[in-house]
Nanobody, 128 residues
């Protein structure tokens, strides 16, 4: 059983920065993909970025490439999402999720996590 707790959400002006953190406990003996997803009311959940605990491979969604950076501190079991050059369309509820790795990081990020573990979400608002 994996428990995930997000922190670091808030409100920021366009062009600003935020860093989200996802602290994980439990399930450390398996290889996982840790992902960040965002949800906006009325829209489908979007895969933002994922990272593998096995080989460090990373995936970014097209809308955040070049602006967001995912990283992981394995000693603390914390995954970060550094968000730079934020835009109003980045507004949403950001969820951290973990799923056992069974295919590539990209494939899991786009199609996986149906049976994964999810955090409670962190609200990010980008507005002037």
């Amino acid at each position: 059983q994996v428990q995930l707790v997000e922190s670091g959400g808030g409100q920021v002006q366009p062009g600003g920065t935020l860093r989200l953190s996802c602290a994980a406990t439990g399930g450390t003996s398996d290889y996982y993909v840790i992902g960040w997803f965002r949800q906006v009311p009325g829209r489908e959940r979007e895969a933002v970025s994922c990272i593998s605990t096995r080989d460090g491979s990373i995936y970014y969604g097209d809308t955040v490439k070049g602006r967001f950076t995912i990283s992981r501190d394995g000693t603390k079991n914390i995954t970060y999402l550094q968000m730079d050059k934020l835009k109003p369309e980045d507004t949403g509820l950001y969820y951290c999720a973990a799923d056992r790795m069974y295919t590539t990081t990209q494939a899991m990020c786009v199609w996986g996590f149906q049976k994964g573990y999810w955090g409670q979400g962190a609200l990010v608002t980008v507005s002037s």
